[in-house]
């Protein structure tokens, strides 16, 4: 697992694009509510070149405060390609985000939703060991099993593609290791994790991420299941 600069998996996509349909021009719009996470985007479509022919339209919103506005002002665009990577978690009606996106689709458009697999650890961790998890953690425990449930309820075509992948999270399990702390962070959605849980909390998150479902050993080093599931979505 590496760490990516906001936009970037957005701009390889558009280079995908900009390959497969040389001179045809693209409008990208983005939707993200982050002020910083806009920024580090818009910074680093300034320093990449070969874009011409692309145009950006910022929204500063939330997925529900787009498709409010869209609707207010009766301004329903239609796109041929949309993605959602691995935003679900923090969006209140599932349902009817996929439903209102999937309505802004082109004929033979399609929706990308790259989600946690439920074969990833984080399944295991979030279904199996909820109870190793603290309060704090604000996220929704989806994976793509939730989504494919959704989608068969309203009617609309899909195809899953797995992405194996793994997250080396040895450092966890260091005492006093920064990176093993953000990593604990993360894992857990509460920052300072390990300097403010409980200690039985504390060992009893590091012993489930050990467990064969959540982890696998290599070299040494302690991996983490990461897989995602990519959803291709019909119009």
């Avoid at 002002?73 to 969006?91: A, E, S, W």
């Avoid at 599932?94 to 802004?104: A, E, G, L, R, V």
């Avoid at 068969?152 to 195809?159: E, F, M, N, V």
């Amino acid at each position: 697992m590496s760490l990516l600069i906001q936009g970037e998996q957005d701009l390889k996509m558009i280079q995908i694009l900009q390959a497969a349909h040389p001179g045809v021009l693209i409008n990208n719009e983005i939707i993200e509510p982050n002020p910083q996470h806009v920024a580090a985007y818009k910074e680093l479509v300034n320093r990449t070149p070969d874009l011409q022919g692309v145009s950006f339209a910022w929204h500063q919103l939330t997925s529900s405060e787009y498709e409010q506005q869209v609707k207010e002002k009766n301004t329903h665009k239609k796109f041929d390609f949309i993605h959602m990577i691995q935003m679900l978690y923090r969006v209140e009606d599932i349902p009817n985000t996929i439903k209102f996106f999937h309505s802004c689709l082109n004929h033979q458009g399609k929706l990308l939703i790259i989600i946690l697999s439920d074969s990833s650890g984080w399944a295991s961790l979030w279904k199996k060991y909820r109870h190793c998890l603290p309060s704090t953690d604000s996220g929704h425990y989806i994976t793509s099993d939730s989504i494919t449930a959704v989608l068969r309820k309203l009617g609309i075509k899909y195809h899953v593609y797995e992405f194996p992948s793994g997250w080396d999270i040895t450092e966890c399990f260091i005492e006093g290791d920064p990176a093993g702390g953000h990593m604990m962070d993360f894992l857990t959605g509460t920052k300072n994790f390990l300097g403010t849980a409980p200690v039985a909390l504390r060992s009893r998150l590091q012993e489930a991420l050990c467990q064969p479902e959540c982890s696998s050993r290599k070299d040494g080093r302690v991996i983490f299941c990461n897989n995602l599931s990519m959803i291709v979505v019909e119009s």
